[in-house]
């Protein structure tokens, strides 16, 4: 095994760098499933992996239990509450991207299960849904109440839908990585899908964004010192080394939360040599903002409909793949100091884009413009993507103000169901 230094860990980031030619689009999206309306237990779940593998998909096993299933680059995984993750390959068209999503939905659907798309599961309570069989989310949930009051709320019963995307050098890794942490709130905000809680109204737009302010400090939030002198590999690498770990893997999950990765680098743990593999690992198990790995990820936002998790991938794409986009991104938000981004993404799980900025704006202004931005570097597949996007900021109503209104004016948790399928929430 080749010993794990310093440069080794910083080359990783080194080594995710791709010519412009190359950059590519990865969407991830979480479901919730509705056996009728409870959660699925993990005998449904599997049988929904199931329908992937009588397709080709290689099925992934954990000891007997089928967890998840991949196909040329994209991916399927089992999440701690039942939740579905669907990952897509690294495709290098906003048309690809939605094909290859609406194949992976239709194919879903092909089961008994229903597959609500939102921030937040809205039916019953935490208690009601059962654990899902992996190792790695024993060790997390018994270490998650240690770090703070929402950890098993994460976990359990919100979805969040993602993207991926590439960087060019250590330089352009810094600006995208800096608009992702700073443009994150105001993303919360239009994609806000996450209102309800236990069943009932909330006074939140994005209950999940508001679990994500107490669920583990050391590991989550803003890290904005590590794009502050453009030497982001060596900044995230220190912050990370000093991050305490949740597992390593050895023919089996071994919890290493009592240990930071420094540690484990420079003295081992339980006998065991750091690798670069354990890097990777560990790299996987941070949630900032935005997060760094051989590519970029955005992960401010609730799931949502099938057009607004597309949206979030025209406008992240848009915004990052624009050298003119990117550029007029950091100018908007570099006006704001970074202190002043925090407060705004404490606000936001309740404000919403209602949020007012220093200068008399507010984020429903700046989400205008990052908009118009990504509108204007994007094709005609990426323009039209778009468009249910920019009608929640232009009416200034939120996917969350409308679920509200199908709670309020709604007999029963069936008739509620049938309206989220009307607002395309029911993906599958």
């Not at 599961?121 to 790695?136: A, E, L, N, Y």
């Not at 994150?184 to 069943?199: E, R």
């Not at 071994?254 to 743990?269: C, Y």
């Not at 919403?352 to 094709?379: E, H, P």
Request: proline residues 3%.
């Amino acid at each position: 095994m080749t010993a794990l230094t310093l440069d080794t860990m910083h080359r990783y980031f080194a080594d995710g760098a791709r010519p412009e030619a190359e950059f590519a689009i990865g969407l991830e999206s979480e479901l919730h499933g509705l056996d009728k309306l409870a959660a699925p237990d993990y005998e449904s779940i599997a049988e929904s992996i199931g329908i992937f593998t009588e397709l080709g998909w290689a099925p992934v096993y954990e000891k007997d239990n089928i967890i998840g299933a991949k196909r040329a680059g994209e991916s399927i995984a089992l999440e701690p509450g039942g939740q579905f993750e669907f990952a897509s390959a690294p495709l290098t068209l906003l048309s690809e991207v939605e094909t290859a999503y609406t194949e992976f939905l239709q194919n879903l659907s092909k089961g008994d299960t229903a597959w609500l798309s939102a921030g937040m599961r809205p039916f019953g309570m935490r208690s009601d849904i059962p654990w899902m069989p992996k190792g790695r989310y024993k060790i997390m949930r018994n270490y998650m109440p240690k770090v703070g009051t929402r950890g098993l709320e994460m976990m359990q019963r919100t979805g969040t839908v993602q993207v991926n995307l590439d960087y060019g050098s250590e330089f352009d890794a810094s600006r995208k990585m800096e608009l992702g942490l700073r443009m994150g709130s105001t993303l919360t905000g239009i994609f806000a899908s996450s209102p309800i809680v236990d069943g009932e109204v909330t006074s939140y737009q994005s209950y999940r964004a508001h679990i994500w302010l107490d669920t583990d400090n050391q590991r989550c939030g803003l890290i904005p010192h590590v794009v502050a002198d453009g030497a982001l590999f060596k900044n995230y690498t220190q912050w990370a080394l000093d991050v305490p770990m949740y597992f390593i893997y050895r023919d089996g999950y071994v919890d290493a939360t009592e240990t930071t990765f420094r540690k484990f680098w420079k003295d081992g743990f339980k006998g065991y040599v750091a690798s670069e593999e354990d890097w990777e690992t560990h790299l996987a198990t941070l949630f900032p903002e935005a997060r760094l790995k051989r590519f970029i990820e955005i992960r401010s936002c609730d799931a949502g409909s099938k057009q607004m998790n597309l949206a979030f991938a025209a406008l992240t794409s848009g915004l990052f793949y624009s050298d003119d986009a990117l550029t007029a991104s950091l100018d908007l938000l570099k006006r704001y100091s970074f202190e002043e981004v925090a407060r705004w993404r404490n606000q936001v799980p309740t404000l919403g884009l209602n949020v007012a900025t220093s200068d008399g704006a507010t984020l429903w202004d700046i989400a205008k413009k990052l908009l118009g931005f990504a509108g204007a570097a994007l094709d005609n597949d990426g323009k039209r993507m778009l468009n249910v996007a920019r009608e929640v900021v232009e009416s200034k109503r939120s996917y969350a103000d409308r679920i509200v209104d199908v709670w309020k004016h709604s007999s029963s948790n069936e008739v509620r169901k049938n309206k989220l399928a009307d607002l395309n929430l029911i993906v599958a």
